[in-house]
């Protein structure tokens, strides 16, 4: 059974940084269109970057030039760099694949106060 495990958010004030991860087991990342989505409270999860099998990467309008998302395939394991984090970035980050989505993580918090 694949499992999807995200962590590294924290509370931080506006301005700051943070680095997520997501670590997957009992499937494979690697050739997978993978990608970090965040939902907000009370909102629909969003996919906010994608990066593909060979390294392409897509942003949402809201955090290019922000965010940065990055691969480990050896390690099974993708990463989300933050900075300049805004009060508007408050949400739960899952990662998932693209296409084919497994069971969702927990997903991580992301709280950024003013």
């Known amino acids: 059974q694949v499992q999807l495990v995200e962590s590294g958010g924290a509370l931080v004030q506006a301005g700051g940084s943070l680095r997520l991860s997501c670590v997957v087991s009992g499937g494979t990342i690697s050739t997978s269109t993978m990608g970090w989505f965040r939902q907000p409270p009370g909102n629909r999860r969003s996919v906010v970057t994608t990066i593909a099998g060979d390294g392409r990467e897509t942003y949402a309008e809201l955090v290019r030039g922000r965010f940065t998302i990055s691969r480990d395939d050896a390690r099974n394991t993708i990463y989300l760099q933050m900075n300049d984090l805004k009060p508007e970035d408050t949400a739960t980050y899952y990662c998932?694949?693209?296409?084919?989505?497994?069971?969702w993580g927990q997903g991580t918090q992301v709280t950024v106060s003013s």
């Open positions: 998932n694949k693209i296409y084919g989505q497994w069971p």
